[in-house]
């Protein structure tokens, strides 16, 4: 038999030279031998040799005696038998003593080999144990009722807990909420199941990752569940953490977009005041000296207002107010928009501007339409800011690949140009092409950093091209998601129309060729008489500038003279050619185009065989109307004003009744309520102009209260325009949510307020 200890010493003494002894010795105690000793084997080998002599002295005895012969040979055959049975015998003794031995030492040995594999594996099984302690896993053991059957010493100081108790435990009793996974997951005889644990501990609660696999025993179906946990404390305290800075992100990004919204409202309330009542002032009898002042306070006004968008804008940037608002928007009507907005800067000096949209371009696609207008303005308000002579070219097509579909929009202008090195650096925050303290043109350098940032919202990009002296082209791109085709009928609608062009303006004369020639008519551009005269023969159409006619039709006489007698003419006026309309309608021109010439509107005055017809109407001979006055009904219109501001009232009264409309003002939302919706009232308002923000009750309070009368009562809804000073594109999209018809952000341009007003009529 073989003993051994695992965990004794041997002896209780130190080990050599002084050292403390082993952790754990073995030692083997030899079994008893299997055979007899060498002194019994020598007696019981004596005994049979003596019978043997006593036999053969027997056999001598008896042949001396006179016995038989054969009794002497007897005894000596049986001597002779019986010591060869002894030797024999002890032969087989012999081989069956070194065949114990044999086995005896090959036992031993096998023996010896396997307590050291047993040995071994008990260490073995120890550093593996030590190593999962090392690491700070639990690891936990659990039969089929969720007892435990084994748990690493990790487990047993996290429960506080003595290593030995927890065999038949559950996890319940040391309050831990980790079930058993249910005998219906073992469908495959086994389940991996993942969950975070909190553990309460001393120190606090600890969150564990718990992966268990419950394994089912094909041949007994004995169900088992073996866990092991990872310590995630730190990574879910962090998780928190990153919840809480979220969220004081968020409340703080919603605090600046108040912020923005209040101090956007409140610059642009007096602003609105400022820029307003010059326009007014302006209109009245001023001297030449009162009238150049005006016009400084209007330029400064301006100039102020650009800024403040610019800071307001980049403010909104730097917040992450600037996410993108999808929805369907027609590109052509936003550019035609932007350009008459921008005509004014253009004319005053003394630069064209024109608007070229190719006829494949979509007529309705899904984007940002504040983001595309505020990209369109920045980029062409700067080439009228930068160019001095020419003009400012914006045209619109559409780039389709197998796999790509945009719009590109290119701004070309010519202006001074830019240098090599500052085609990138311009489109950085506060960097200007020229920033030296002499430069002509001043600014705060935001508007194209702020660009770049609108058009890469969108999925888009912006690029500029520019050669020193020879102006500047910028483009941008933006994805044509949702597109909505243009009628095919647009497209070589022209094809039997010839017109010749008469201008000294080559950018807007080439704007309008481009859109005849895009539409299949030809077309011939000049610059004075003579040079127009070769292409008389066959012209349909004959557009004029303005600015080269006189009062008296002088030009279109000599133009007759030459050769364009059966071709219809049409003037192109601007806007402070307007007084001379009914001059031009006497000297021989059927209508007139507002420059810069729309394309749909240029479209629709060729395709007419009678273009007066579709001209808009003209205004009686005697007068010489403002361009208010264009286009507005013979009665006027009966206006409400809900506005708080005295200034924006007295602004808004003043412009309207200028325009020939009735007024009636209040000063809060619930006074529009009953002036709208009370008895008291015999006549019925045709529109209504609402202030957001008032005393008593707010703007969009007052427009679901009329709403809701007007639903109660089955009358016609009154067409509400919203002002408001926050020009914020969700505030736009809330205030048409809550039943508004229409939007106007201030500051207000007096005429674009009355042709808003009358629109809503006409609409």
Aim: charged letters at 25%.
């Amino acid at each position: 038999m073989i003993a051994e200890s695992g965990s004794q010493q041997a002896d209780t003494g130190e080990g050599i030279d002084g050292a403390p002894p082993p952790v754990s010795t073995r030692r083997f105690v030899a079994a008893p031998p299997l055979v007899p000793g060498p002194e019994p084997a020598r007696r019981e080998g004596r005994l049979p040799f003596l019978a043997f002599v006593a036999i053969v002295v027997l056999a001598g005895l008896a042949h001396l005696t006179g016995a038989p012969v054969f009794i002497s040979v007897a005894l000596l055959a049986i001597g002779l038998a019986g010591l060869a049975m002894h030797l024999r015998t002890r032969r087989s003794e012999h081989r069956t003593a070194a065949l114990l031995d044999e086995t005896t030492a090959r036992s031993r040995a096998e023996i010896e080999t396997l307590a050291d594999r047993m040995w071994e594996m008990q260490e073995s099984e120890e550093r593996f144990r030590g190593l999962i302690d090392a690491l700070g896993d639990l690891v936990i053991h659990r039969d089929r009722d969720g007892y435990i059957v084994y748990a690493n010493k990790v487990f047993a100081d996290l429960v506080e807990t003595d290593q030995r108790d927890l065999a038949g435990k559950t996890l319940a009793e040391l309050g831990i909420d980790v079930g058993i996974v249910p005998d219906a997951a073992f469908s495959d005889h086994e389940c991996l199941s993942s969950t975070d644990v909190a553990i309460r501990t001393p120190s606090g609660p600890r969150w564990f990752s718990w992966i268990e696999l419950s394994v089912r025993d094909k041949d007994s179906g004995a169900a088992s569940h073996r866990a092991i946990a990872r310590d995630i404390t730190a990574r879910k305290r962090a998780e928190s953490s990153l919840i809480t800075a979220r969220e004081r992100a968020e409340y703080a990004s919603q605090a600046k977009s108040r912020f923005l919204a209040t101090v956007s409202h409140e610059i642009r309330t007096p602003m609105n005041g400022i820029m307003g009542m010059a326009r007014l002032l302006a209109d009245t009898s001023l001297s030449p000296e009162q009238q150049t002042y005006v016009g400084a306070v209007s330029t400064s006004a301006s100039a102020l207002l650009a800024l403040i968008e610019d800071l307001l804008d980049y403010s909104k940037i730097e917040a992450g107010r600037f996410d993108p608002e999808p929805q369907p928007m027609s590109v052509r009507e936003i550019a035609d928009n932007i350009i008459e907005l921008l005509a004014a800067r253009a004319f005053a000096k003394d630069i064209g501007l024109g608007c070229h949209v190719e006829p494949d371009v979509p007529q309705l696609i899904t984007a940002d339409p504040g983001k595309v207008r505020q990209v369109l303005l920045n980029l062409i308000g700067n080439a009228i800011k930068f160019t001095d002579s020419g003009g400012v070219l914006v045209s619109i097509a559409r780039a389709r690949t197998e796999t790509t579909d945009r719009i590109c929009f290119t701004i070309a202008d010519t202006g001074p140009g830019l240098h090599d090195e500052d085609l990138e650096r311009i489109f950085e925050e506060f960097e200007q092409a020229d920033g030296t303290s002499t430069r002509t043109h001043g600014g705060a350098g935001l508007g194209l950093a702020i660009s770049k940032r609108l058009v890469a919202a969108m999925g888009g990009t912006i690029s500029v091209s520019s050669r020193l002296g020879q102006g500047s082209e910028f483009v941008f791109e933006v994805p044509a998601i949702s597109a909505t085709e243009a009628p095919q009928s647009r497209q070589n609608a022209l094809s039997d129309k010839r017109a010749v062009i008469l201008s000294k303006n080559a950018v807007e004369a080439d704007a309008i060729a481009r859109t005849i020639r895009a539409n299949g008519g030809a077309v011939d551009v000049a610059t004075t008489v003579a040079q127009a005269a070769p292409f008389a023969d066959g012209c349909d159409v004959l557009l004029v500038d303005a600015a080269m006619e006189e009062s008296d039709g002088r030009l279109l006489k000599r133009l007759r003279q030459n050769g364009f007698t059966d071709c219809e003419a049409i003037t192109l006026i601007a806007p402070t050619d307007r007084g001379m309309l009914g001059e031009f309608r006497a000297s021989g021109y059927a209508t007139f185009l507002a420059r810069p010439v729309r394309g749909g509107t240029l479209l629709r005055v060729l395709l007419s065989s009678n273009a007066l017809a579709l001209a808009q109407p003209q205004p009686e001979k005697h007068g010489a109307p403002s361009l208010r006055a264009v286009g507005s009904r013979q009665r006027g219109l009966s206006v409400l004003i809900a506005e708080d501001n005295d200034i924006n009232a007295m602004l808004a009264r003043a412009t309207l009744l200028k325009a020939g409309h009735r007024v009636e003002v209040v000063g809060n939302g619930k006074a529009a309520v009953e002036a709208v919706t009370g008895a008291g009232h015999k006549h019925r308002f045709d529109v209504v102009l609402m202030d957001l923000h008032m005393p008593v009750m707010d703007g969009l309070d007052a427009i679901a209260a009329i709403r809701r009368h007007e639903e109660e009562t089955a009358a016609p809804p009154v067409p509400i325009m919203v002002l408001s000073a926050d020009s914020q594109e969700k505030t736009r999209h809330a205030v048409l949510a809550h039943g508004a018809s229409g939007f106007v952000t201030k500051p207000l341009d007096p005429d674009a307020l009355v042709n808003a007003v009358e629109g809503q009529v006409a609409a």
